[in-house]
Structure formats: C-alpha cells, structure tokens
C-alpha cells in the first residue's frame, strides 16, 4: 500500500490538476502546478497562455505556462532556504523553458502528473523530446542535484486535457497509450509474456541446473568454455576460486545490515534516490512490469559515475566497505567478459568488452545494490502472496553480467531452468541458492544484445516464502557498459549503452508502464509471427522498429512464441 509520503504526493498533484481544470475554465491551455513546503500548499497557478495559443499559435506571452507563473509568484515570496525545501507539482511534464526555471528556482524536488510522451500520444508530436530527469540529470554538475517523480496519477492528469477540447478529436487516454516500441518494451514485454504463459506458476527445483565453476582450476580456455556452455544454454552460473578475499565481502554484509536496520526516514536523508543518475535508496518503489506491484524490498543503489554519490554516502566505513567490494567486482566481471568475449562477439577487437567498463569516470554505469527484503508476519505474507507480490518480481537484468553475492542460508533466489526449449508447458524454475565462497553470475540483456542472442539473458525472481520471518540480504553488482559505449551487433540497430540503460530504468520505476500495456505489446508483436509472418517476411520486417527486432522475433529459441 502507499507510504504516507505517497499519499501527500498524491494529495498535491490532485491541487496540480485542479489548477489545470481551472486554466480550461478561463479559455487557457490546461496545465497547473502547486508548490509544496511540508506538504503544504504555499503557491498555486495554471497557464495564462490562451488555447488559441497552443504550439506557438495566437499572439501574447508565449512563456506564460504553469510553471513560469508559479515560479514568478514564489520566487517573489519565499527564501531561497524555504525554496530549497520546496517541492513543485506540476500536472503535465515540463517543457524545457520550464524546467530551466523550476532548476534556477531553487526547489528540490519536481513531481509530474503526465509525461510528455503521453500527452504526445494524445496531443500529437510538439516540444523538445528531452525527459526532464535527463534534463536534470545533465545539470548533476551544476548549482543543486534535482529530485524528480512521475508519472504520477496520470490518467487524471490526462482526462484534464480531453475534457479541455484543445486536442480535436482526442479518444480518452489510457496508460497504454504510448508512441513506438522501443528496443527496451520489447525486451520487458517478454517478461510479462512468459508470465502470461503460465511459468509463473509452474514447479520449482534444485535440481543443480545452475553449475558451480572453479575459476583456479584449469587453462583459461577450458574455463572459458565452461562459462560459455553455462551462459548460451541458461545464462547462469556460480563461480568459486574467484580471487575475492571473504573478509571484504563480509564487511559489504556487515555495513548493509547496519544502514537498513536504520529508520526508514533515516535512510532517505542519508542517500535519497535520483533516478536520473540511479543512485540513492528506493524503498518498495521498483515496480516490475511483469507482475505491475512493487517489489517486496529496499535497496541502496551506488552507480559509480563521478559525482553520483556526492553526499549520498550514509557513512565514512559504508563508503570503504562499499569501494572495496565495487573495485574486487569490477576485476572479476572484467576477467568474466574477457574470457566470454572471443565466442560472444568476435566482431570487435580484444578486451573491447572488459574496457568499456569504468569506475568513478564521467561515463561510468557500473552499479553496486545493496539489497535486504525486510522480514514479515505470517499474516502479511499470505496476503501478499495472494495478492501477486514477490520479494524480487520475474525480470531480466539490463547489464552485461551481473555478480550476485548471498549468504548462506538465505535462499530465494531462482531461475528459469530451461529458457531455450521454446514451450512453456515443460519450462520450471530452478534454485540458486547460496554456495559457499560463491558468487552468481548472469548473463543481461546488454551482452545478449551484443552477442545477437548467442549468450541468454535469462528470467530470474527472488520468491517470497510463506516463513518470511527473517530479513534477507543480498548484494549485486550490475557491469554495465559506460554511457557512450556503442553496443553494435549484426542483426540489431547500434545504440549507445546510457540509452539503453536509462529506457530499462524508466520502465521499471514509472507506475504507468503497467503490465496491460506490456501484454498488448507482446500481443502485437505476437499476432506477427506464425506461418502467415513468414509467408510475408517483408511486410513483417517494414512493420518492426529494426531489422534486428525481426531476427529476434523470428529466432527458434524466441521467448515471445511463449505468449499465449
């Protein structure tokens, strides 16, 4: 359910609309906003830009928006100290006129009702196609850091602008309205499909799927192709002999359990989230689309990029445990990547894998989380079971391999144990529970891309038990290729890893990228492929954003002929 901090969200973005319906009465475009100090309105305006006026349209002030009023009046009233606890609601995402202002104003945080690729869907194309968390994300060097959340009650934001009559002949919105398919909904699509196949439900074993590979013991080569057969039939393994003194992963442990066992206030302070440079601690926020509900855990999230975690270190000994296990993960992924690379993608040039990897540059993306799935009464935890929650929802991570460290006795972890059969009637999940002196690793959807679906990024959750008694912890280390690293393959379209990176982010922490549009999705691209796809291999080609999309589509192993 919503903390009270969601609800007070929520409370004011009913004001931010409000104003908007306000601006349609008057004849003005619809958009309002509200400031907020404590969750208390201090500010309130909406638009004085006439609906004549829409898209350059009309004479007067064109600068007249929601935001540009509301920063007018406040900036006027309020000290700089009161604006820097300030958060601004607005009902639609800003423009970047507006954004600028909300920046130079001195507020903290920017909440949006609609995004602006919503409205789009409604509106038609107009504006800078810039989302304002990148936009702030750019400014991270600047005066402040900004906080910023949306979409955020959405729909009721949208049925402002049909209500309005400015958008002629507009339908009534819904959340699953957004423009093209990218690259990123196809790959979380194919988690709600194997969902909506079935697996979900099917039996769980351990059954020693995942194997245990000792990196000490043999030639490099005969290592590698035991990595390589692990990661091209299910895209999982479990490395000993790894190299990573125990004692460093223990303090990682020990500096974990110590921050979250804080208040939950607390930890906010300490290392608030900012989803434009993925940093900070999220409480219950990840929503993943294949389940729609909020996983059942808090994290701390530690992207290594220079400036990502200025003050947001919760302490002195957090931030040395943290590096000392960043730095060790980092010279085992590399090592990881080198030994895949030769077979993954002879195409590029040695060690071109491994080194577009960096820590602490001005490009890095490689990320250290800080997991515990907090302990619940047994009450608690049949209700949520029943009500479709997990500790960690079925997904596929972004990266190119992720390390996971467990400690023992601390079970949860599976993974499905046949993804390349093609049939989710004989598909199971497989434990992969905690070995000693072990480290999980799993292949992403980054190095799957790369390798044009040789390696298999594969669908893995974290159950929740009936006996949830206990917390739970775990830390990952996602090795994510730096931001302006090209990930060129041959059958898919080149695109630059901080792209990719920030769709899959979107997807997973905007609530109205919910599971119905996810399905449509899949049932799109779904009714394309049988035998009269085939017979009409061109027309299916033209229909799909690349070439490559096709080739994935149509593969033997395609985990879209799941969805039923």
Not at 234 to 255: L, M
């Amino acid at each position: 359910m919503p903390d009270s901090s969601q609800r007070d969200d929520e409370a004011c973005m009913r004001e931010a609309i409000a104003e908007a319906a306000a601006a349609t009465s008057e004849g003005k475009m619809p958009f309002g906003a509200v400031l907020a100090i404590d969750s208390v309105i201090v500010a309130r305006a909406h638009n004085q830009c006439p609906a004549a006026a829409k898209r350059g349209g009309g004479t007067g002030d064109v600068t007249r928006h929601a935001e540009m009023e509301l920063v007018r009046l406040f900036t006027s009233k309020l000290t700089a100290e009161e604006r820097s606890n300030a958060v601004l609601y607005t009902s639609t995402e800003p423009c970047v006129m507006c954004a600028g202002a909300i920046y130079w104003s001195g507020v903290s945080k920017v909440v949006y009702g609609c995004s602006a690729r919503q409205l789009e869907a409604l509106s038609g194309p107009g504006g800078f196609d810039i989302p304002v968390d990148t936009l702030y994300g750019m400014a991270s060097k600047g005066a402040r850091r900004m906080e910023c959340l949306g979409p955020l009650l959405a729909e009721e934001s949208l049925q402002v602008h049909v209500d309005s009559g400015v958008w002629k002949n507009a339908p009534v919105p819904t959340t699953a309205e957004f423009p093209p398919v990218t690259q990123a909904d196809l790959d979380i699509a194919v988690e709600a499909a194997l969902l909506k196949s079935g697996l979900g439900s099917a039996k769980v074993v351990d059954d020693g799927v995942v194997p245990v590979i000792d990196l000490s013991v043999g030639t490099d080569e005969q290592v590698a192709e035991k990595l390589w057969q692990a990661a091209m039939e299910v895209g999982f393994f479990c490395v000993v002999g790894h190299g990573i003194d125990q004692s460093i992963i223990d303090g990682a442990f020990g500096a974990s359990e110590t921050f979250f066992a804080q208040p939950l206030e607390d930890k906010k302070a300490q290392s608030p989230l900012d989803m434009s440079i993925n940093s900070g601690f999220e409480y219950f926020a990840q929503v993943r689309p294949s389940t729609g509900v909020a996983d059942q855990k808090e994290s701390l999230q530690i992207t290594a990029r220079q400036g990502c975690m200025d003050d947001r270190w919760p302490s002195d000994e957090f931030h040395k445990s943290a590096d000392a296990l960043l730095e060790a993960s980092h010279q085992l992924a590399k090592r990881i990547l080198n030994l895949l690379q030769p077979q993954a993608i002879p195409h590029v040039e040695p060690e071109t894998l491994a080194n577009s990897h960096t820590l602490w540059e001005e490009d890095g993306q490689c990320t250290l989380r800080f997991l515990h799935y907090p302990p619940l009464d047994s009450d608690t935890t049949a209700k949520l079971i029943d009500d479709g929650y997990w500790r960690a929802g079925p997904h596929t991570d972004w990266d190119n391999v992720t390390l996971l460290y467990q400690q023992m006795g601390q079970n949860g972890l599976e993974c499905c144990a046949n993804p390349r059969t093609g049939d989710p009637a004989s598909m199971y999940w497989t434990a992969v529970n905690p070995v000693e002196g072990g480290i999980a690793i799993n292949v992403g959807d980054m190095l799957a891309r790369w390798s044009d679906g040789k390696l298999f990024s594969n669908l893995h959750r974290v159950r929740l038990p009936p006996d949830a008694s206990k917390s739970r912890y775990s830390i990952a280390f996602f090795a994510q290729s730096d931001k302006k690293a090209l990930i060129e393959s041959k059958e898919s379209e080149p695109i630059t890893a901080g792209d990719y990176i920030l769709s899959r982010i979107r997807s997973n922490f905007d609530k109205n990228r919910t599971t119905p549009m996810l399905i449509a999705i899949a049932a799109k691209y779904r009714s394309l492929i049988g035998l009269e796809a085939q017979r009409h291999n061109f027309e299916l080609k033209k229909e799909l954003p690349s070439e490559g999309l096709y080739y994935k589509l149509m593969s033997p192993e395609n985990m879209f002929r799941s969805f039923a």
